[in-house]
């Protein structure tokens, strides 16, 4: 039987190093992201390098509840079910409490509403199917808000939220729910980041956390991994003295 993947935000950064991974281990892939150009060139590219893998790509806005609904049919008509669902796709903004509204909305319509709505329409069919596995890319902002980007950091607070109620309500269904929660990782969304581009965490890193998580047997549940990166903790410094 052949398996299957949705991964949002696919078409660059971790959701894509994520695509190429589940492709490699045989899964068909729905990819979502607003860009089309962008995700045609992650498809041809699957498909060159994995003949036997069909990507479907469906240029659509996660925060859009009928567009998202459209698309989790259309893919789940072609393979009739839905294995792994990453629910990748995001934003970062800079701001806390001087955060705009446009971009708090921004915020809130996409790291939170496109989570829901991935989750509202793939839980149904997972739950038919008695299997699956939902990882929700949150952040280590959501573990320790920080400004500028607290408003960021609610949105990913949001999502461990929503991931702790789901990981209890749909573990009878055989379906586990994961938080991922890095530091700075080395992508498109950190290019601008006063940080040396070889200390952040790299993509392939963030591969072989999913690789662990879905490679665990059934009994094994891990609703939240923390990721951090080392240049960030060794910045840490006690206010309690030692000799
Ligand atoms: N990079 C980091 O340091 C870091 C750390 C912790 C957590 N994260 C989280 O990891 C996830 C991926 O981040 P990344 O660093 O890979 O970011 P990225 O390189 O900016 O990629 C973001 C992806 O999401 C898509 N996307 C954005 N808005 C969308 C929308 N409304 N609907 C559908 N797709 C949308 C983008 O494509 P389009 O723009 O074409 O839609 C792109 O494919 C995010 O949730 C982010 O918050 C990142």
Redesign the pocket.
């Known amino acids: 039987m052949n398996k299957s993947a949705i991964i ?9 190093g994520i695509a190429r991974y589940l492709a490699a281990q045989g899964y068909h892939l729905g990819l ?4 089309e150009a ?1 995700l045609a060139d992650v498809k041809a590219s699957i498909e060159a390098e994995h003949p036997d893998i069909k990507v479907h790509i469906y240029p ?4 859009d509840l009928g567009a998202v609904t459209g698309a989790v049919a259309d893919f789940n008509d072609q393979l009739g079910r839905v294995d792994v669902l990453v629910n ?5 903004r800079i701001g806390t409490s001087d955060v705009t509204p446009e971009d708090l909305q921004a915020l809130l ?3 939170i509403k ?1 989570v829901y709505n991935l989750t509202h329409m793939v839980a149904p069919i997972m739950k038919a199917q008695g299997s699956g596995y939902i990882i929700n ?5 959501a573990k320790i808000a920080m400004p500028p980007l607290g408003a ?1 950091a609610l949105t ?1 607070y949001a999502v461990n939220g929503f991931n702790e109620a789901i990981f209890t309500e749909l573990a009878p269904y055989n379906i586990k729910c994961t938080a991922i ?5 080395e ?4 290019k601008d980041f006063d940080f040396p581009n070889d200390e ?2 790299q ?1 392939s890193d963030i591969v072989t956390t999913v690789d662990y998580l879905i490679n665990l047997g059934p009994n094994a549940l891990i609703k939240e991994v923390v990721v951090d990166c080392q240049r960030v903790v060794k910045a840490i410094k006690s206010p309690i003295k030692r000799d």
């Not at 659509?60 to 925060?63: A, K, L, M, P, R």
């Open positions: 949002t935000g696919a078409s660059r950064g971790i959701g894509e979502f992201a607003r860009g962008a659509t806005d996660v925060s990748n796709a995001g934003i970062a319509d996409i790291n496109g890319m949150s952040s280590r902002a960021y990913k929660c890095p530091s700075v990782i992508t498109e969304m950190t952040k965490i993509v």
